[in-house]
């Protein structure tokens, strides 16, 4: 969600991952990473299921498997 433009990498996500500040950027789901300081809220939904909220009103899916480590940057 960068200008409405969509980026397509041709290196894995975990090897895009490294190279990313941890202070700026984390991972929500297998396929996706998003800018920390663009979350605006965290939010539950059926199922188990959780979804961030950007500032851009775009609305992200979360896999359970990163939401504790979300939550607990977005606190601190």
């Not at 894995?12 to 950027?25: G, H, I, T, Y």
């Not at 961030?52 to 606190?75: F, H, V, W």
Request: one cysteine or more; a positive charge; charged letters at 30%.
């Amino acid at each position: 969600h960068e200008g409405g433009r969509t980026h397509v990498m041709r290196i894995s996500m975990k090897a895009l991952e490294a190279q990313l500040d941890p202070a700026r950027f984390a991972r929500i789901h297998r396929s996706t990473i998003v800018n920390i300081a663009r979350v605006s809220k965290v939010c539950s939904h059926i199922n188990g299921e959780y979804f961030l909220s950007l500032d851009c009103g775009a609305r992200l899916k979360m896999s359970r498997t990163y939401r504790d480590r979300i939550e607990d940057i977005l606190a601190g």
